[in-house]
């Protein structure tokens, strides 16, 4: 029987990150996935696979629908082939997978493929294809799973009509009339991507907003502008059937005056968050406990109640983000090593990858409402920025938080171009407990899309922006 230092139970970015770190620390590492590939969920179903689509229809849309005022003439017909879209998307995949498993080698991980489940708090059985069992003993083990998509009990998600964001990655034809069911993260953007191919795409959302987690100013400025390329919304509306047929879909629903609306298509995104995945770990031979929503109860070292046995990423509370499970990975590895590390989730950034981006960090207003803090706000839209009007990317807002009484920024929320990656630099700002005058007194170099950042600071300071 082989032993390991630590063994890790899933290969997403929580779990690969995490056996990395543990090996760099000197131990002796393995991993788990019950699939062929490595990445989990985000580098085969989720996050790299979207984002491949979403540059590959950026792209498009930019074709026929801006490159005329940017003085570029195309003669004949553009189409889309959404088989070499889909294509590309699998290369992309493909190769980010074989990137992880050079790591892997790299870092001499030993790599298991099957079911991993608990023999007991210190063994694992691993389950391959063929339905050999081969048991190794582990002194740590991390549960890193990850989640699947949830759905609503009376949905029957068939994978032809009725979908998940698994099988709209790798749809055969455009839709005619995609109707998505959750106006979150996953939904808006496969809602983006297929509408920008010419479907119909009506985003059905039970809350009063769009990306109800995130800032109500995000969510109104997101809304606005995707409904100007084409995208239908219908807030506050609580679904309660959905019925497929071999070519259509039907789903039927409450306004929010209580009364029944139909809509019709013939494709319907089921897009209504996530659920923890423990299925077949059997928990229960190790004694983990799991709380009443299915995850798996942890303390602030990230460790259950067996004291040998980790979990981390969206197996437990907290976000759902690969960038999460990846800081909890390096936490987890550097606690068993017996340093002391740490993870502000306050500072934990989030993204909206559709065009334009959104993303946040921080409180949001009705957060410190709640909470009885005084704040100031600065904001400066991104029309006033002369890198936004060169590139035609002038919708959106940078938007500060900032203590009334210290400056110190308790929040960044922004929507507009590039503000994936603008992002980080509030993350630092904060990290560093920054203030709102502290950004404003910082270069920023022109004309570059972060000089929002500066301009919103300077507008949270004294209210001073320069170009507004």
């Known amino acids: 029987m082989s032993s390991f230092d630590v063994a890790i139970i899933g290969s997403g970015p929580g779990g690969y990150v995490a056996a990395i770190r543990c090996a760099q620390l000197g131990m002796k590492t393995a991993i788990i996935e019950k699939y062929d590939t490595l990445g989990g969920t985000c580098l085969n179903v989720g996050c790299i696979p979207s984002k491949a689509l979403l540059d590959s229809t950026h792209h498009y849309h930019d074709a026929i629908a801006h490159f005329e005022e940017h003085g570029i003439e195309i003669s004949g017909d553009i189409k889309a082939n959404l088989k070499k879209m889909i294509d590309r998307k699998q290369q992309v995949v493909d190769q980010n ?84 069911i959750g106006g979150g993260v996953i939904g808006l953007e496969l809602g983006q991507v297929y509408r920008r191919l010419g479907a119909e795409v009506s985003v059905i959302e039970y809350m009063d907003r769009i990306i109800p987690t995130m800032d109500r100013s ?74 009443e929503r299915g995850q798996v109860e942890v303390n602030e070292h990230l460790q259950t109640n067996v004291s040998n046995i980790y979990a981390i990423g969206d197996v437990i509370k907290g976000a759902m983000l690969a960038h999460k499970a990846e800081e909890e990975g390096v936490f987890v590895a550097e606690t068993i090593a017996g340093q002391k ?35 100031k706000t600065g904001q400066f839209p991104m029309r006033a920025l002369g890198r936004s009007r060169a590139s035609g990317d002038i919708d959106g807002f940078v938007k500060i938080l900032a203590d009334a009484k210290t400056d110190e920024v308790l929040g960044v929320h922004m929507c507009g171009a590039r503000v994936a990656d603008l992002i980080a630099e509030a993350v630092v700002a904060m990290e560093f407990r920054a203030s709102a005058e502290d950004i404003s007194r910082m270069s920023h170099a022109h004309p570059t899309y972060a000089e929002a950042v500066k ?14």
């Not at 299925?279 to 709380?291: F, I, P, R, S, T």
């Not at 950034?349 to 960090?361: K, L, N, S």
Request: charged share 25%; proline share 4%; aromatic share 6%.
């Open 455 to 468: 301009e919103a600071a300077l507008a949270a300071t004294d209210n001073r922006p320069l170009h507004s």
């Open 341 to 375: 590390p740490h993870i502000n989730y306050n500072l934990i950034p989030g993204v909206v990858y559709t065009w334009p981006e959104v993303a946040a960090v921080g409180k949001t207003e009705d957060e410190l409402k709640e909470a009885g803090i005084e704040y």
């Open 97 to 180: 997978t074989a990137g992880i498993k050079f790591l892997m080698d790299k870092n001499k991980i030993e790599v298991f493929h099957g079911i991993g489940s608990f023999k007991d708090a210190t063994h694992v059985n691993i389950t391959a294809s063929d339905g050999t069992i081969q048991t190794i003993e582990a002194k740590n083990t991390i549960i890193a799973t990850g989640s699947k998509p949830s759905s609503l009990p009376f949905i029957k998600i068939d994978k032809k009509r009725v979908i998940t964001s698994t099988e709209a990655l790798r749809l055969t034809e455009i839709p005619k009339h995609l109707v998505v």
């Open 218 to 291: 995000l969510a109104k400025e997101l809304q606005k502008v995707l409904k100007k390329q084409g995208i239908k919304f219908y807030t506050s509306h609580k679904v309660n059937g959905v019925t497929a047929s071999a070519n259509d879909v039907t789903i039927t629903a409450d306004n929010k005056k209580g009364e029944p609306v139909e809509f019709k298509g013939d494709y319907c995104l089921v897009s209504v968050g996530r659920r923890p995945y423990t299925d077949g770990l059997a928990l229960d031979k190790a004694g983990v406990n799991v709380n």
